[in-house]
């Protein structure tokens, strides 16, 4: 064999090493990550928003959202804390350590998320703005409800004017403190104090998209492809400018 | 006085991707069309100035690139298949899955066509694998953050490695765009 034919076998079985750890470490490190990545710095547009009560223009496409649940033993008389999401990971639940409370004779406790099919009514100069969701918790074996602290919670909200969160103890809405998400996307957190129902409200009468919002929209995705279509053909040109230079 | 013995190129180029990436990351609060357009078009003036004919090298053929491209690109995928479909509308791949796949192969000219080789050459094929996956890693931090850059690696590596024995950069860029492309379907 040839110097450089050894070289060229060395290089091969680096690189088949390589793939070969590089597919099993990915495979492994993929669990981490909530959904598939992209390696390209690029983000993927969220998926559609499931509606309760969908627009009409949604109602032919739309999937009703689901439900989430999660069980927590009791150590000690202390509920271990940890999280609970829906199924479409459009509401999430954090608890922390001894957040929520039960009986001594409690076992485990129950944690849900549900949507509300039929909503309070919101206050006046408001309405909601995606779904609502209930906040619930049940004491196991006994089924008696249990008390919680407080529990930070994250709403996803769809397309259009949204404000801030709200939450519903049971007589009246109060706005909460929340906190949006950064690079627009669409997910507001808030802390509870108390299970209930929240959801994403907007003042009612506040501006969805406008004809400047959407044409900006426009130009930012059809902008950026136009841009690379221009720039790939001056990349071409160049190239075979290069290559009859050359020949 | 430390000196580093890095011959020009290698480093010149690590240096301008990963400046590109941070000008990408800096931009990123103007919105993503400016960031990414940005980014493009400092990967694409890279393509432009740093360009060499390449010598010597004898590479995998055409059928071969893209099927061991596409191969590699849905065992990177796979892991997914399991979640179900993501129910993102076809209609509006097109624009995101063109946009990636430029970018993806831009990527790709760059960190597996020009700067593994540079670095090959200069300081070994190791490093050379090494310092691509590492900087493929890197310039996608400030976008999925530290719980991706051991993945990252991962794919770089095995990218990389693909580079190393096809000879080519084609299965690279088929590779890349087959994994993006799939977790726009996959949830």
Known sequence: MTRRGGRRTARGALGGLAVVAGLVLAAVLRAWLPSPPVYDGLVLPQQPYDYVSPPPNLSSSNVQPSSGEATFPVQNGKVAGGGVETDDRQAIAFFGLDAVHVSASAVSVKLRIDPVTNPPPWPAGWQIHGNVYKFSGVEQPSGAPAAVTSFQITLRYPPGPFQSLWFYDGTTWHELSTKKAPNGDPFAGATLTAFGEAGAGAPRGAQGDTIITILARLAETYGLLAFIIVFGVVAVVQEIRRRRKKA | ?187
């Open chain 2, 1 to 187: 006085m430390i000196s580093v013995a890095v011959q020009p190129r290698a480093a010149r180029l690590t240096l301008l991707v990963l400046l590109t990436a941070a000008t990408r990351a800096a931009l990123v609060s103007l919105g993503e069309a400016l960031s990414t357009g940005v980014f493009v078009a400092c990967l694409g003036a890279i393509v432009l100035l740093e360009a060499r004919p390449a010598v010597g090298e004898k590479g995998w053929s055409m059928r071969w690139s893209l099927v061991a491209g596409g191969v590699v690109g849905a065992v990177l995928v796979a892991p997914s298949v399991g979640n179900g479909l993501s129910g993102r509308a076809l209609s509006d791949f097109w624009v995101w899955g063109s946009v990636a796949a430029v970018v993806a192969a831009l990527e790709e000219i760059v960190i597996r066509g020009w700067l593994q080789p540079s670095w090959s050459a200069e300081r070994g094929p190791v490093a050379g694998l090494m310092v691509a996956a590492a900087v493929f890693a890197v310039i996608h931090l400030p976008r999925y953050g530290i719980v991706a850059l051991p993945l990252d690696f991962g794919v770089g590596l095995a990218i990389g490695g693909l580079r190393l024995v096809s000879g080519r950069v084609l299965p690279c860029a088929v590779a890349h765009v087959v994994a993006d492309w799939g977790a726009w379907f996959l949830a």
